[in-house]
């Protein structure tokens, strides 16, 4: 699986304007409710509330990786947005967060949920990739940046 099959240009955004952890999510939950059919935005963004209160999925090095699963859904959703500001997500590291993956499953689907977990923690692990990421001009270059770095990753 690759992560670069689950992004969409459309559900990048680039420049997150909310300020807070619960603003990110309503913002990023708002994306992907506009881009994909079916998706009860206030279901989805009480899914990864309810996640949050279990541990922030700030994994700390700016990153953030909210997830859940929703009934309903057919396929595994991404939407990435980075906040050049930085949010307060109660971070594993205590530092605020600038790169954010939410995840979305379907609600029967443990183990691909688990493996895209996976591959995004391995490709968030390299510090290069982060920067990078921080330091692209915009959306476009962000999903060249995700999917050239993919590629090099095998399974």
């Known amino acids: 699986m690759k992560i670069s099959e689950l992004l969409n240009q459309k559900l990048i955004i680039a420049d997150l304007k909310a300020s807070a952890k619960n603003q990110a999510l309503e913002e ?7 881009f994909r ?21 700030g994994i700390g090095n700016g990153i953030a990786i ?6 309903g ?23 605020p967060v600038h790169l954010i993956f939410l995840l979305v499953a379907p609600f ?25 990421l921080f330091a692209a001009a915009d959306g476009a270059e962000l999903f060249t940046i995700v999917a050239d770095e993919d590629e090099k990753i095998t399974s």
């Open 37 to 57: 059919q079916g998706i009860n935005p206030k279901e989805l963004y009480t899914v990864l509330i309810e996640r949050e209160k279990l541990g922030s999925t």
């Open 73 to 95: 859904l057919d396929s595994i959703c991404l939407v990435f947005a980075r906040s050049p500001a930085g949010i307060e997500f109660d971070s594993l590291d205590g530092k």
């Open 66 to 71: 909210p997830h859940g699963k929703l009934d």
């Open 108 to 132: 029967n689907s443990a183990g691909v949920h688990l493996k895209a977990l996976a591959r995004l923690s391995r490709l968030l692990k390299e510090k290069n990739f982060r920067d990078n």
């Open 28 to 34: 990023m939950v708002a994306c992907l409710a506009a």
